[in-house]
């Protein structure tokens, strides 16, 4: 009844209201919602495969972010700075996606932390560049923002990694 009233007026429901409205489906419905969504949309599919098989695995989806990552990094056209610029957005809208998927601070430390590790061993001149050079600024606040939300003693690992990154 909720949804029709919301199609009609074309609002979106809350979440509150969507998570009243699942609790009254029957598992075989649920089943049919998810996998509708899934076919929707490349990303709802994602998330699902990350909720579904790799979310109780963090440290192996870690990892293997860090190898697509890796290969990401050797792709990067260093002939001219504004080709490297285009790839390395690219690698960084990928990295934030996962980030995303997992909802966790210290998996978005860890990946952001070898995002910058890596652009520096790059061997692009990013300091010459004032987008690129933004680019890690705001990727390092975002580290220093997101090792805040951590454990004290996962902290002190972390702002040490960052501190080479300085």
């Given at each position: ?91 960084l809208r990928y990295i934030n ?33 004032l987008a690129l050079h933004n ?25 040490k990694e960052l501190a080479l990154?300085?």
């Amino acid at each position: 009844m909720i949804f029709l009233l919301y199609f009609r007026n074309m609002k979106t429901a809350t979440v509150q209201e969507i998570k009243q409205e699942l609790s009254s489906l029957k598992p075989k419905e649920l089943i049919d919602l998810s996998l509708r969504l899934a076919r929707f949309k490349k990303e709802n599919k994602e998330l699902m495969t990350f909720l579904l098989f790799e979310a109780h695995d963090e440290a192996g989806y870690v990892a293997g972010i860090k190898l697509e990552v890796d290969e990401l990094f050797t792709t990067i056209n260093t002939a001219h700075l504004y080709f490297a610029k285009k790839t390395i957005r690219k690698i960084l809208r990928y990295i934030n996606k996962y980030i995303r998927y997992t909802g966790s601070k210290e998996v978005e430390t860890e990946l952001l932390i070898y995002f910058c590790k890596k652009l520096k061993e790059s061997g692009i001149p990013f300091d010459q560049n004032l987008a690129l050079h933004n680019l890690y600024l705001n990727q390092v606040r975002k580290i220093k923002k997101s090792i805040q939300g951590l454990h004290e003693d996962i902290q002190h690992d972390y702002r040490k990694e960052l501190a080479l990154l300085d």
